[in-house]
């Protein structure tokens, strides 16, 4: 299988140099000639084949290094205790605000930040994220010496998804989403 770049406007591909010192605020040296690096966020990756389909997740981490999972009603929380946090100093430091469309409805949810190519956060944590952050692959904040940081308080998004399954039988950010109109009307009912 061959690789594929992304390329914008002036067919130049979108890469960024390695860090050697803090960014200059203004200053784009964000795109480089042909020459550079290809862009990680947009290369193919042949993913090398499962060796027992049957066992289901096995932990080799393709999902980890793609896109994270996102957190459902008190998971969030259970990651928090189990890494000795506070929640709202784990939300800070490694959570990132995402939408997720489910049935007409627009939910937000916490997910893990995504690692650049240099293991550094891609946008900050605690916020909001854009369009174009969802777009982009990127290696989960927890998935680290090829595993899972908070592998027994992972999301349940996590814990279901197996990459053996067909697509719809895996669990799906709109499920996610679901989980929280639920819990949303469930308190409110208690209200």
């Not at 995504?114 to 692959?137: C, E, F, I, N």
Request: glycine share 8%.
């Amino acid at each position: 299988m061959t690789k594929k770049t992304f390329r914008i406007l002036d067919e130049r591909t979108v890469t960024r140099a390695p860090p050697t010192s803090p960014p200059v605020p203004g200053r784009s040296d964000a795109l480089v000639s042909d020459d550079a690096e290809e862009n990680p966020y947009w290369a193919w990756e042949e993913l090398p084949p499962h060796p027992d389909p049957s066992k289901g997740c096995i932990r080799r981490g393709l999902c980890c290094r793609s896109h994270p999972g996102r957190f459902g009603p008190g998971e969030a929380e259970k990651a928090a205790e189990l890494l000795n946090m506070a929640p709202d100093a784990f939300v800070r430091r490694y959570l990132i605000i995402d939408e997720v469309e489910s049935e007409g409805e627009t939910v937000q949810v916490f997910a893990p930040v995504k690692l650049d190519r240099w293991g550094r956060p891609a946008l900050p944590t605690g916020g909001p994220v854009d369009k174009l952050y969802r777009a982009l692959r990127g290696q989960c904040v927890f998935f680290k010496d090829n595993g899972c940081q908070i592998y027994g308080a992972r999301p349940w998004e996590c814990d279901a998804y197996v990459c053996t399954n067909a697509p719809e039988d895996n669990p799906s950010h709109a499920d996610v989403a679901q989980r929280w109109i639920a819990a949303r009307g469930d308190s409110a009912e208690g209200a």
